[in-house]
């Protein structure tokens, strides 16, 4: 075992639901085994963009969790969220008496979701659904705002003012006006357009907390937070551009000077989703950044198996990583994960976790 003295973040609880496993430790094999459950999203027909009227081939696939209206997406996502908190008090063992600040990743305001009441009062004023939250600070700024809210997390925990933390994302994209907006933009897969994304919906959670706290109170860490970065490109697809160098940017301000010719990492998560724009934006940092990347790296996209989740992407990329390094998925557990996001405006995170111990197999 390595000293982990080095590392300053742990992470010791984790939770989510997807369509492919209404718990972490399901959910998290069957990514990593390919499962995939995607349905026709009944009643949504999609109209060409560009001029057809071809609505009988234009049904969409999508990835649901629950079931119910799927035009309530608010509803959704609190039902989501407050299911991912339930696991995640089972897997890490919270009890009754805590209460720990809540830092959530939420859909982009360009979604304009929660118009009548915040998803913050509504969680705070629901304790029954979500008894182990304090307070909660929001990140609405879609797939990257999971790592923009581990940072704030991380940097609460450095100033002391809180011991634990937890970190969370969730979203559903199959509400029909969300469908429907993607349509319009021609980012919705459909049969008669390929290059777009699946809808899916998800809720993820991480605890987060001290490194030496932890092991004091001998908490069961499953991974550790080695570093983020956060950034901005300017030529996001709201905006009309296509493809920068501002998640390239963001990778490179991860690694140190004297990692800047050779940077050792295992494996990466992404939210590659099968719009071109987050393949052409790969295939920039490829000469910059990947091709430092010395040996074999396993490439993992949960969106195959979950579709896009949205604002939970993030959260779910950290609970594969840690489910992956702890039981030795990526080859040994003595690895590093990059974790690669990019929000449809403009936000980009990236995140290095790592894991050092003996995996448990038989958990």
């Not at 609505?55 to 696939?61: A, R």
């Not at 182990?132 to 997390?153: C, D, K, N, T």
């Not at 092991?215 to 956060?230: D, L, N, P």
Request: aromatic share 4%; proline share 3%.
């Amino acid at each position: 075992m390595k000293d982990n003295s080095s590392y300053s973040i742990a992470i010791t609880g984790l939770g989510m639901v997807s369509s492919v496993g209404h718990d972490v430790k399901t959910a998290c094999a069957s990514i990593r085994a390919g499962v995939k459950r995607p349905e026709k999203l009944q009643n949504f027909y999609a109209d060409s963009p560009k001029g057809y009227d071809e609505w009988e081939d234009g049904l969409v696939t999508g990835h649901s969790v629950l079931e119910g209206d799927v035009d309530d997406t608010e509803g959704r996502m609190c039902r989501l969220l407050s299911a991912a908190i339930d696991d995640i008090a089972d897997d890490a063992g919270l009890v009754e008496s805590d209460d720990l600040p809540l830092f959530l990743a939420l859909p982009g305001k360009e979604r304009d979701l929660f118009s009548d009441q915040t998803m913050d009062d509504y969680i705070i004023g629901n304790k029954a659904l979500f008894p182990h939250v304090s307070e909660v600070l929001s990140f609405p700024s879609g797939h990257a705002a999971g790592i923009m809210a581990l940072e704030r997390a991380t940097e609460a925990i450095g100033a002391g003012k809180c011991d634990r933390a937890l970190v969370a994302g969730v979203d559903s994209l199959i509400g029909f006006s969300n469908l429907s907006r993607l349509n319009r933009m021609n980012r919705l897969k459909t049969e008669m357009n390929s290059n777009g994304l699946i809808p899916g919906e998800a809720a993820a959670v991480v605890l987060v907390e001290d490194c030496s706290k932890a092991e004091q109170r001998k908490a069961a860490i499953q991974g550790f937070v080695e570093a983020s970065a956060t950034g901005f490109e300017s030529h996001h697809c709201l905006a009309g551009g296509h493809a920068g160098s501002g998640l390239s940017d963001t990778v490179d301000a991860l690694f140190p000077p004297e990692e800047k010719n050779s940077v050792a990492v295992r494996a990466m998560i992404t939210d590659l989703n099968g719009e071109s724009y987050r393949s052409d934006e790969m295939s920039m940092m490829h000469a910059r950044i990947f091709s430092r990347m010395g040996g074999e790296k396993e490439l993992l996209c949960p969106a195959r198996s979950t579709g896009d989740t949205g604002a939970a992407s993030s959260c779910v990329a950290m609970c594969l990583a840690a489910r992956t390094m702890i039981r030795g998925g990526f080859g040994h557990t003595d690895c590093r994960c990059l974790i690669l996001s990019s929000s449809e405006s403009g936000e980009r995170g990236a995140l290095l976790m790592t894991f050092n111990t003996v995996p448990d197999k038989g958990d």
